[in-house]
T-cell receptor, first 115, second 117 residues
Framework: NAGVTQTPKFRVLKTGQSMTLLCAQD?????MYWYRQDPGMGLRLIHY???????AKGEVPDGYNVSRLKKQNFLLGLESAAPSQTSVYFC??????????????FGPGTRLTVT | AQTVTQSQPEMSVQEAETVTLSCTYD???????LFWYKQPPSRQMILVIR??????QNATENRFSVNFQKAAKSFSLKISDSQLGDTAMYFC??????????????FGKGTKLSVKP
């Protein structure tokens, strides 16, 4: 099992460019999440999904869009990148809460720099 | 809304000694989970320990244990016999399993722990 994988691992964008981050999980998890991590801020939730075809906003959703067309994939899009979106992005997945011991499994992260 | 506070931005400990990391949280929920995650320099987020609020017994995983004080809304992590590999950022996190935003983790800002030889 690969667990949770993220593509790409690093990316540099110019202001105004667009890109998509791909998250894939092979654990048949219903729930998937996108977080961003900034220095001194911990991890903050951007968007999440409780199942295929569903998405919802988290704490810091502005400037991002997501899609969950397949259960195993969760895509994070930046339509017009801004320097404030320079961050490390983490994807995570989990079973539904209440389905036993709860744990979110994290991908290795994507470092994005917007110049 | 729930909040998680880690009041120690940085800590250090000598190898083989014991260290305690603090975490407090604020919630009106009665049923919830608390977690400690470790993030070494590799950047990978690793679950260290998990505590269900309805369980009175403190969770333990090998050298890691917690002191869960529900009334005080405190959830500290004790690392015994510290090892160089314990050097990492440690994040405390809160999750409610039911209702709106179920399953979402709310993280503290982290404590950077350095284990010195």
């Amino acid at each position: 099992n690969a667990g949770v994988t993220q593509t790409p691992k690093f990316r540099v964008l110019k202001t105004g460019q667009s890109m998509t981050l791909l998250c894939a999980q092979d654990m048949n998890h219903e729930y998937m999440y996108w977080y961003r991590q900034d220095p001194g801020m911990g991890l903050r939730l951007i968007h999440y999904s409780v199942g295929e075809g569903t998405t919802a906003k988290g704490e810091v959703p502005d400037g991002y869009n997501v899609s969950r067309l397949k259960k195993q994939n969760f895509l994070l899009g930046l339509e017009s990148a801004a320097p404030s979106q320079t961050s490390v992005y983490f994807c995570a997945s989990s079973l539904s809460p209440g389905q036993g011991p709860y744990e979110q499994y994290f991908g290795p992260g994507t470092r994005l720099t917007v110049t | 809304a729930q909040t998680v506070t880690q009041s120690q931005p940085e800590m250090s400990v000598q190898e083989a000694e014991t260290v305690t990391l603090s975490c407090t949280y604020d919630t009106s929920e009665s049923n919830y989970y608390l977690f400690w995650y470790k993030q070494p320099p590799s950047r990978q987020m690793i679950l260290v320990i998990r505590q269900e609020a309805y369980k009175q017994q403190n969770a333990t995983e090998n050298r890691f244990s917690v002191n869960f004080q529900k009334a005080a809304k405190s959830f500290s992590l004790k690392i015994s016999d510290s090892q160089l590999g314990d050097t990492a950022m440690y994040f405390c996190a809160f999750m409610k399993p039911y209702g709106g935003s179920q399953g979402n983790l709310i993280f503290g800002k982290g404590t950077k722990l350095s284990v010195k030889p």
